[in-house]
């Protein structure tokens, strides 16, 4: 399995912070924890939530975009 990187494949063009939904997460790790980011890429006017998958103290943000998870990098969200 390959990772690929948002920043290889699309722009971001604005980014936003929204109420983060419900994680249904008990322990707080898992493969799909929903944050408060949303980001659109390349002017389209389509949000995509960002995600974490976290299996320990640390955490690896992406979006899922075209069925594919796109990791997103730290210094590609403004705060």
């Known amino acids: 399995m390959t990772v690929k990187y948002l920043r ?5 063009t604005a980014t936003k ?3 983060a939904p419900r ?3 008990r322990t707080g790790y898992g493969s799909k924890l929903p944050t408060s980011r949303m980001i659109q890429c390349d002017g389209h006017t389509r949000w ?3 995600y974490v998958m976290c299996y320990s103290n640390c ?6 975009k075209n069925r594919e998870k796109l990791v997103v990098s730290d210094c590609d969200l403004p705060d």
């Open 17 to 19: 912070r929204t109420d």
């Open 23 to 25: 994680n249904y997460s």
């Open 59 to 64: 955490g690896t943000a992406y979006i899922i």
């Open 48 to 50: 995509y939530r960002v």
């Open 8 to 12: 290889d494949v699309c722009q971001i």
